[in-house]
């Protein structure tokens, strides 16, 4: 049921992107339209992508993810923003939920806008818990500072919709044996909009 769903979303959001692109193809040119824009909102499908996956190794595991990001242009080839990283599922039926949330800084030295090459880096924490309990260590949780470095290519359809791929080294504590998050490299797909 959860790939079904997870397959529904990306391909609603897909042809989202691809109505917009062809609504929008008789405006101004992708790279005004995109320079102009000073928020950007995306969500990374490879999380989603991963954690059905990893449900579908074993019967005992599930995990559903989350990783939004908001970003606004603060000046010419710099942006701004926040990205959290939420993870719930099941370690052999035990409950665990992730949190990460980071602030992160772009430079983007192709565009002035939020559009083309970037180079992002993040810094913020994340936490664990196990089986519902809190996120000490004894009790099976844990707390930590995260840390960030990604490169990727901001691709836009239209003057709004796109479809970021990237890689990033994320540096993190991880929770319990085996549950998938956030750490080392970790390949990206996000597709959003821009306003």
């Not at 983007?108 to 996120?135: E, H």
Request: net charge negative.
């Amino acid at each position: 049921m959860t790939k079904r769903i997870v397959l529904g979303l990306l391909v609603m959001a897909a042809a989202a992107g691809f109505l917009g692109a062809q609504e929008n193809a008789g405006e101004a040119p992708v790279e005004q339209a995109a320079g102009g824009a000073k928020i950007a909102l995306s969500l990374d499908t490879f999380p989603l992508i991963k954690g059905v996956i990893w449900s579908d190794n074993d019967a005992d595991n599930s995990q559903f993810a989350l990783a939004p990001v908001l970003e606004f242009l603060v000046a010419p080839h710099f942006a701004v923003g926040a990205g959290a990283d939420l993870y719930i599922g099941k370690v052999s039926d035990i409950d665990v939920f992730y949190l990460g949330l980071a602030v992160h800084g772009r430079w983007y030295p192709l565009s002035s806008g939020l559009d083309k090459l970037f180079i992002d880096a993040g810094l913020g924490f994340n936490l664990a818990t196990v089986d519902g309990n809190d996120a000490k260590p004894e009790e099976g949780g844990m707390t930590g500072i995260t840390a960030s470095l990604k490169a990727g290519w901001k691709l836009m359809f239209g003057s709004r919709f796109f479809v970021e791929p990237s890689m990033a080294f994320i540096y993190a504590k991880t929770p319990m044996g085996g549950y998938p998050t956030p750490v080392g490299w970790q390949a990206g797909l996000a597709i959003g909009l821009t306003f």
